[in-house]
């Protein structure tokens, strides 16, 4: 194989603690580096590896680190400039379509899944060479490496031979074994968002005693926030930031802090994750502009960037971003630099855009959304919407997901984890560069690629991913998904005090695939003894005008108990005998003893009364933007309903 077919074998693969190593094929130079990495061998791995003591020489080694690629081939795994684990196979004389497998990891790296992950990559290369078995024998003693196999999702076959094991597998990808990349792909992600969204300590790098620069502003955020672990503040050029004591490197804080926030000049960031991530520190957020968005140099700048990261396992948000925020009280981190920190809830929010994120916190305090947590991906160098979407999945805090996409890193692998995340929890996005000029435009924003909107609608509609067109839109599909549940169907009961308001709704439900049907025999005759003879009775329900606040409720009840029936919506325009707060006491009271989705429309210029905040009843200005939101999250009901199916990929 030349060098391009090489390259293609190189990975990072993301461990159990959520760093990473890099993964690639062994040159004949690493042959120093191996012979390092096997004196930091105990003589008992050595002994597990070879079944007897063994000593190795330079000269031996050649032996390892000189393969043909063809019929011998190995894998290498390294971090912060060591190799720290070797994988091979040796294809079998008389048998070139088997090969003998082999992994040694040392023993300071044991337990960090690097053995699976190097073991798992010898699949791709082994298929490429036509090999279709692997054979190997093992101490039965080494657990360790028998739990490794299981644990790779090769359904390994054991033949026990006294001490020793044999073992046989198919080299050839089954879907155990890509369910359990998946698995061992999303527990990767949590553990490293973890560090991101709720680490135990932060230093601020780039913290300034200016609270309106970004560095100040990032800082102030964190101490207002009331952020529940030390936050250190590093500027070289200052003793004390806003009153803290500084420090003049991430070395020189009093303990390795678990995250860093960096808001240093793009030229100077390198540096400064390089430092970090040698101390041990897991993440950092790189508020930072420069580098991907900003042309060759910039791009030049991430290529090096990533170059630290990779080399030394630390995971990165950004860079070109705005920061993460969690909102839960056992955390209180606002790590952006938005001044607004609204109440905590249950909804996740992920933005491409900083500009954005800015106003999108604002809008989810204005409208009263609580979030859990929210994150600006930036140019999504290294943590992406892929790895959010596998972490809020087992956040037992979010139940709604929110995205703001300008461009995909991995479709295939977006389209794969939607689906299996939306089961359980509803996304909704707003992808932009729908247009020519907005794919242009969201390219240069943070210098990746767009994808086409067809192909981009297509993929949200296999994935269960519910799209809008603006955020506004989003907030309104949010709005009812974090307070209503979803419903069983799409048919919709329209209760209002005026006819015009209530023919505009019908019109609107029906325009957005829901159904307005007829009401069931007894429905009709229990409001027909409610009701006033003026008032009509067939959905649209419009008790008229004079509709008092007790009617609104008992009318709601009605509705709910008619079995063709899946949401309720209620609309009220303010007349001048019923004040619009006893209305809307009276919906809340009948949204307690409500199974069915109930959003109402409160057409007053006196906005949506307290009540209906209170008992979480979803208000709109319009029938038509009540309509367009139900009938979104009615068809994410109806897809999530569905069998899952499989995807051919």
């Known amino acids: 194989m030349d060098s391009d077919d090489l390259d293609r074998y190189a990975t990072d693969a993301v461990l159990a603690d959520g760093l990473t190593v890099h993964i690639r094929p062994i040159r004949s130079a690493d042959n120093d580096r191996m012979l ?120 390994p076959a054991f033949s026990d031979y006294g001490s020793v094991v044999h073992t046989t597998f198919r080299s050839t990808p089954t879907e155990t074994f890509l369910a359990t990349g998946d698995e061992q792909d999303r527990l990767a992600a949590v553990a490293a968002l973890r560090s991101v969204f709720s680490p135990g300590s932060i230093a601020v790098v780039g913290a300034s005693r200016d609270p309106a620069t970004i560095g100040g502003l990032v800082f102030d955020n964190l101490l207002r926030g009331r952020f529940q672990g030390p936050v250190y503040p590093v500027n070289p050029a200052a003793a004390h930031v806003q009153s803290v004591a500084a420090y003049a490197s991430v070395a020189d804080c009093p303990t390795v802090p678990e995250m860093v926030v960096v808001c240093v000049p793009a030229p100077f960031v390198r540096d400064v994750v390089h430092d970090a991530a040698r101390l041990g520190t897991k993440a950092a957020v790189i508020i930072s502009a420069g580098f991907n968005e900003a042309g060759p140099d910039g791009s030049r700048r991430e290529r090096e960037l990533m170059e630290v990261v990779r080399s030394h396992g ?63 991906v930036g140019n999504k160098a290294d943590l992406s919407g892929n790895d959010l979407l596998q972490y809020w999945e087992s956040d037992p805090g979010t139940d709604v997901i929110l995205l703001y996409l300008e461009s995909f890193g991995n479709p295939r692998k977006f389209g794969r984890i939607a689906r299996r995340v939306g089961r359980r929890k509803p996304i909704v996005a707003v992808k932009s560069g729908r247009s020519e000029s907005g794919t242009r435009a969201a390219s240069s924003h943070t210098g990746a690629l767009a994808a086409g909107d067809v ?61 307005v049907p007829e009401l069931a025999p007894g429905t009709v005759e229990r409001l027909g003894r409610l009701l006033p003879v003026e008032a009509a009775i067939r959905n649209p329900v419009d008790m008229i005008a004079s509709a008092s606040a007790a009617n609104y409720g008992r009318a709601m009840r009605f509705l709910a108990d008619d079995p063709g029936i ?84």
Do not use: K
């Not at 390892?64 to 091979?88: C, H, K, M, N, P």
């Not at 990165?316 to 056992?330: Q, R, S, Y």
């Open 36 to 155: 390092a990495m096997w004196g930091r061998l105990s003589p008992e791995t050595i002994r597990m590896r070879f079944f007897a003591p063994r000593t190795m020489d330079a000269e031996q080694m050649r032996f390892f680190s000189d393969v043909d690629y063809r019929d011998r081939f190995a894998l290498v795994a390294e971090t912060g400039g060591r190799i720290v684990g070797v994988s091979r196979f040796d294809r079998l004389d008389g048998q070139p379509s088997s090969a003998e497998f082999a992994v040694l990891v040392e023993d300071a790296e044991h337990g960090r899944g690097i053995g699976t992950a190097l073991l798992r990559a010898l699949v791709e290369p082994a298929g490429d060479l036509g090999i279709t078995g692997f054979v190997g024998d093992v101490l039965r003693e080494n657990s360790r490496m028998i739990r490794m196999l299981r644990d790779a999702g090769l359904q």
């Open 314 to 376: 630390i995971r990165v948000v950004g860079p070109n971003c705005m920061g993460v925020l969690n909102a839960d009280e056992a955390v209180r981190m606002n790590g952006t630099f938005s001044p607004v920190f609204g109440p905590p809830g249950r909804v996740a929010f992920s933005s491409q855009s900083g500009a954005l994120g800015l106003a999108i916190l604002a809008a989810a305090q204005r409208l009263g959304l609580g979030l859990s947590s929210f994150a600006s």
């Open 566 to 649: 899946d949401a309720l919506l209620v609309i009220f325009v303010p007349p001048v005998v019923t004040r619009a707060e006893d209305v809307a006491h009276e919906m809340a009271a009948a949204r307690t003893e409500i199974d069915v989705p109930v959003l109402s429309v409160f057409m007053s210029e006196r906005g949506v009364p307290a009540e209906l905040t209170g008992a979480r009843i979803p208000s709109f200005r319009f029938p038509e933007g009540a309509a367009q939101a139900l009938g979104h999250v009615a068809r994410y009901g109806r897809w999530r309903s569905r069998p899952l199916g499989n995807v051919v990929e």
């Open 455 to 515: 192909a981009v609608e297509a993929l949200f509609r296999q994935a269960g991913v519910i799209r809008t067109t603006t955020l506004e839109e989003l907030f309104s599909v949010a709005t009812v998904l974090a307070n209503q549940p979803v419903p069983g169907g799409n048919r919709v009961g329209i209760l209002t005090n005026g006819g015009g308001p209530g023919i505009l709704a019908a019109d609107a439900c029906e325009s957005n695939g829901l159904e």
